[in-house]
């Protein structure tokens, strides 16, 4: 046998072995390292989500006949009591009307209910919009299919000529044409200012 065959007899059998050395050598230290892991959430909120069942970042839409475009968001919507529908918590809405202008909604919980297409806002509603308005109240019950909302709780805030107090308050279309409007209602209150008016 010649040198090139017996070299490449040893190798057969060296590099094998070196191979297998190797492997179990990352083995061992792979054991030496910490396999604690850390999740991003404590303790009580992953007992939570396993307890509860809940869906993140849930989406509601809806379309008037008019073509007017409703959105409803939440952080978290959990399943209601009974006939309740969705409990939803950190709730936002918009209004994008067919003929222009805008509505935003906002509130800490509220749910909704499937059987007549409406969404509940509750708890420190804030309602603004793209003319001026600026308003918050307790609750404000909106449509998904129409462009109707009902505040039965005092409203308070600005307008576009000054300051507004009122009982209730509804947003409703125009019998008479496609102009959406904000009715104040039951003890109203408007303080005039007129430099508020000329911005």
């Known amino acids: ?7 490449v007899s040893i190798f057969k059998v060296v ?18 390292t ?12 992953v007992e939570g989500r396993l307890r509860d069942e ?7 839409s809806g ?16 399943p209601g009591d009974g006939d309740k529908g969705p409990e939803l918590e ?3 809405g918009r209004i994008l009307f067919a003929r222009g202008g805008e509505l935003w909604m906002t509130a800490q919980t509220g749910t909704v209910q499937n059987q007549n297409e409406t969404v509940t806002f509750e708890g420190d509603v804030h309602l603004t919009t793209a003319n001026g308005y ?33 009982g209730t308050m509804s947003l409703r279309t125009n019998p008479e044409g496609e102009n959406v409007h904000l009715l104040f209602k039951n003890g109203v209150k408007l303080v005039y200012d007129p430099k508020q008016n000329e911005r």
């Open 15 to 32: 590099l094998p072995l070196a191979a297998l050395g190797l492997l179990s050598t990352l083995f061992l230290l792979s054991r030496d």
């Open 134 to 166: 600026d308003l918050r109240t307790q609750t404000l019950v909106t449509a998904l299919n129409r462009i109707a909302a009902d505040a039965p709780d005092q409203v308070i805030g600005k307008g576009p000529i000054g300051d507004i107090t009122a």
């Open 1 to 7: 046998m010649d040198g090139y065959s017996r070299l």
């Open 90 to 92: 950190d709730m936002s």
């Open 63 to 78: 379309m008037t006949a008019n073509g007017d475009d409703v959105f409803v968001t939440a952080a978290i919507a959990r």
């Open 54 to 60: 809940q869906i993140t970042g849930p989406f509601f």
């Open 34 to 45: 910490a396999s604690d892991v850390v999740l991003p959430f404590s303790q009580t909120e």
